[in-house]
């Protein structure tokens, strides 16, 4: 009796930890099996999955999407949009089950383990989920991976706080398991959920876009890969070949070589026969397109992508890069599809190409390209504002869907170049557009009868600069080849031929200055393109009228053809403003023979620069005809104004001349006064006193400016609205925040010449709007000298949206 009260009593006092667990067998038994790389279940009773793992301190790829998407451009959680992509690893601790991410931007490559955990252990490691061990049977352990599934790894709670559209929380009650999209492969594990999140929404993108903004709910992916085998050679990054880089820190390099190591981002490619002469690849490269895509699109982008076979060939390959449709059935985010997605969203937005990769060696598992499917209507529109597209009120002039379709197929190109591992190349326009991986825009003419020319609006085929950087990521050298050597040959060679190469940090900042580096321009001299851009802009123009929309439409819907076509000359104003401080460079190497490393742009581009850009001011350009204006009457009841439209102060009563003169001119005014372009031209100006100094910059933009006797009452105002722009921008300027001080006193120079120039003028003008507009200035003097720090500059109308015109980045 005494020895039965003690095994009771042993009995209850026993840890839980260590009770009797079931079999795997035992706990799935009526569960839904799913074979394949991790085996898991399926319990329909609870709504339940198990994972089976079988793989310890065996690195896998953990990779997070959204394939159920938000559908707004600004907010950005798109359809089939991935997120992180993780080498990951299950870890046994007891009763617990880890799965932890290794910290692979630090390493040691060496073969002495030691060294190599000396660096795991200097740097933090991350666990993404911790769970309980629920069964046992033969070293295989079943874990519930629905809570890891059921959470928002993908971060939508706090992209929707950031765009300050609200604070949302994961609603677990209203979440689930999406078994449609939850499968099985033997290289990949792929599981799917739905999350609703529940929260206050605060900004206006949530309510366009959701039917109840007060809950979304949207699908997220979750896949668990296998990765590569070793047999994978990482390829050296070097700034001139134009691909992205992964880089690490190397703490077993010798102390003379460089800590930092670089590879370059690829897909694997080998061929079948190595050598010189062309060949098949053992594996080809193929991308599919989204079934979801309608045609003349499909065509066009199956055509587009297409063209990077041209590029492979040069690099010695048969038909290594590949386009097909997607199989049906097929899931999008299957790793083992390379997809061209097509995303819907409620207004135009920006294209991506991102990939799977392998984050040890940079080996690209999957390309993953999401092409918006309005950007194509805006092209359309461009091509609508430059001639009368409906000469007979129905039938839209042909030349209209050519010019779109045509720049499907470079988005195409341009988006799979991102996921062949290609950055931007924004120098590509001076090389005759060289390369799909700049941002083209249309280039229109005027043909010998003055009429307007689209057969140039886009380039086809692949660039020359894109063959040459496929040759450098893709080129497979036989056995024996020093591949260093090989490399920089083809790098010397690319150089040699004259082709430039500059990517985002030197195109994308408003006071950049390379003379050859643009987003959305055309032409090697950005000086000539601008003028004969202009000459184009002013024929549409004469010429707009009802006929460039078609019948049936509200007359009020020409403002939304017109946008476009007044501002047809924004991006080549940008291009051309960077020559004014201007500096060309090269991402040139010590040894490689490049003449030009860093060169001023000579005095004489300087200037011809300058009197291009205050061209773009004068009244005369941005003055539009009165028939234009009497031809477009207010919004009609369910039109509402958007925000690709002109930004008005008449209410929107009617097009507001007035209000588009100042977007433009603020454009151009803002670019040309840029602090660190002035900074540039003082230090340029000390070099060389035949560079122009920022003193004659102003006084040719004020020049430009002036109101003039035979100007129309029109051209006045906006001349006067000019004058203004500048001086706010002068009292920004001297008023020196992160401004250089020899810039803030040259622009207090010119303040006190303007000060006393207006000063004298309002008693001898007998125009009271003149005399209003120096009284005016001389008050915005007086309140910046009473308070600097207080004083504020007024906000001019901004540009309507504008990129992208139809390319894209790279995530």
């Known amino acids: 009796m005494r020895f039965f009260l003690l095994v009771l009593w042993w009995s209850a006092c026993w840890p839980a930890s260590f009770a009797q667990i079931p079999t795997i067998s035992e706990k799935t038994n009526g569960f839904r099996p799913f074979e394949g790389f991790f085996k898991f279940y399926y319990d329909e009773k609870e709504g339940n999955i198990w994972l089976e793992v079988d793989k310890w ?19 950005g959680l798109d359809r089939n949009q991935l997120g992180e992509s993780r080498v990951v690893k299950f870890l046994r601790s007891g009763p617990k089950v880890l799965l932890l991410e290794p910290n692979f931007r630090f390493r040691a490559e060496t073969g002495n383990p030691e060294e190599r955990r000396a660096v795991e252990e200097a740097f933090a490691q991350s666990v993404l989920g911790g769970f309980k061990v629920e069964a046992e049977e033969g070293g295989h352990v079943l874990i519930d991976l629905t809570p890891f599934l059921l959470r928002d790894a993908h971060g ?25 999209r939850t499968k099985n492969f033997p290289k990949n594990s792929e599981f799917e959920a739905l999350l609703t999140f529940e929260g206050t929404p605060e900004g206006s993108e949530v309510r366009s876009v959701a039917p109840t903004p007060e809950v979304l709910s ?26 992205y880089a992964l880089s690490f820190q190397d703490y077993g390099a010798p102390i003379g070589q460089p800590l930092t190591r ?8 080998e061929k079948k026969k190595p050598g010189p002469r062309m060949s098949e690849p053992v594996e080809p490269i193929i991308y599919y397109l989204d079934r979801g895509v309608p045609e003349p699109i499909r065509s066009a982008l199956i055509e587009g992508a297409s063209w990077w076979n041209e590029a492979f060939e040069v690099a010695g390959y048969r038909n290594a890069f590949q386009v097909k449709e997607l199989p049906e059935g097929a899931d999008p985010m299957d790793v083992r599809y390379n997809v061209i997605n097509w995303v819907h969203r409620s207004t135009r937005g920006w294209s991506y190409g991102s990939t799977v990769s392998d984050p040890r060696t ?7 390209v999401l092409l918006g499917s309005l950007r194509v209507r805006q092209d359309y529109l461009i091509a609508q504002g430059l001639i009368q597209a409906y000469e007979d009120g129905k039938t839209p002039d042909p030349r209209l869907e050519e010019m779109a379709l045509a720049r499907l197929r470079q988005l195409s190109a341009h988006e799979v170049g991102h996921t062949l591992g290609l950055t931007h190349n924004f120098a590509a326009s001076y090389n005759d557009r060289a390369s799909v991986m700049d941002y083209p825009h249309p280039y229109i003419t005027l043909d010998d009868k003055g009429e307007m020319d689209f057969s140039q609006a886009y380039d086809t085929g692949i660039g020359e600069w894109d063959k040459r950087a496929i040759l450098y990521g893709y080129q497979d050298f036989p ?12 790098l010397r060679e690319t150089v040699g031929i004259g082709l430039k190469f500059i990517s985002d940090e030197g195109a994308r900042p408003a006071g950049g200055g390379h003379p050859y580096a643009h987003l959305w321009d055309n032409g090697a001299s950005a000086v000539e393109e601008l003028e004969r851009l202009m000459e184009v802009r002013r024929k549409a123009l004469e010429e707009f009228g009802e006929k460039n929309i078609p019948e049936g ?6 403002e939304d053809v017109l946008v476009p076509l007044y501002f047809a000359h924004r991006y080549q104003v940008e291009a051309v403003t960077k020559l004014i401080g201007g500096v060309e460079y090269s991402y040139a190497v010590r040894g490689d023979g490049q003449e030009t490393v860093t060169g001023i742009v000579p005095p004489e581009q300087q200037v011809q620069a300058l009197k291009a850009l205050v061209g773009t001011l004068r009244p005369g350009h941005l003055a539009l005809p009165e028939s234009t204006l009497d031809a477009v009457p207010p919004r009609p009841a369910g039109y509402h104004r958007g925000r690709e439209l002109f930004k008005t102060y008449n209410g929107g009563i009617g097009l507001d001349g007035l209000a588009a003169a100042e977007s433009s001119l603020n454009h151009t005014i803002q670019l040309m006064l840029n602090p660190q372009r002035l900074a540039r031209l003082v230090e340029q100006h000390a070099r060389d006193e035949e560079q122009p100094s920022v003193n004659y910059l102003i006084e040719e933009m004020l020049t430009a400016v002036q109101v003039y006797s035979d100007q129309s009452p029109l051209e006045k105002q906006i001349a006067r609205i000019g004058e203004k722009l500048i001086l706010h921008q002068l009292l920004r300027l001297a008023k020196g925040d992160e401004v250089m001080s020899q810039v803030s006193a040259i622009a207090m120079f010119k303040v006190n010449q303007l000060e006393d120039y207006v ?53």
């Open 362 to 368: 940079g080996e690209i598992i999957k390309g993953h």
């Open 156 to 180: 939508v709670a706090e992209r929707l706080k950031d765009r300050k559209q609200g604070n949302y929380k994961l609603d677990e009650k209203r979440s689930a398991l999406w078994l449609e």
């Open 479 to 490: 056995e024996g080849t020093g591949e260093a050597a090989a490399l920089e040959s083809i």
């Open 262 to 269: 670089r590879f370059i981002y690829r897909h694997r490619l």
């Open 759 to 811: 000063s004298i003028l309002p008693d001898k003008e007998s125009d009271v709007e003149q005399q209003a507009h120096y009284l005016y200035m001389l008050e915005q003097i007086r309140r910046f000298r009473n308070n600097p720090e207080a004083w504020k500059m007024p906000e001019a109308l901004p540009l309507p949206d504008g990129a992208p015109i139809g390319c894209g980045r790279r995530e």
């Open 218 to 243: 949207l699908r997220m992916h979750h896949s668990f890969v296998e990765l590569p085998d070793s047999n994978y050679r990482p390829r050296v990054f070097d700034p001139r070949s134009g691909y």
């Open 57 to 75: 301190e065996v690195e896998f790829l953990y990779v997070n999407s959204l394939t159920g998407g938000l559908g707004s451009n600004d907010i």
């Open 553 to 558: 439409l509200p007359l009020a819907t020409l």
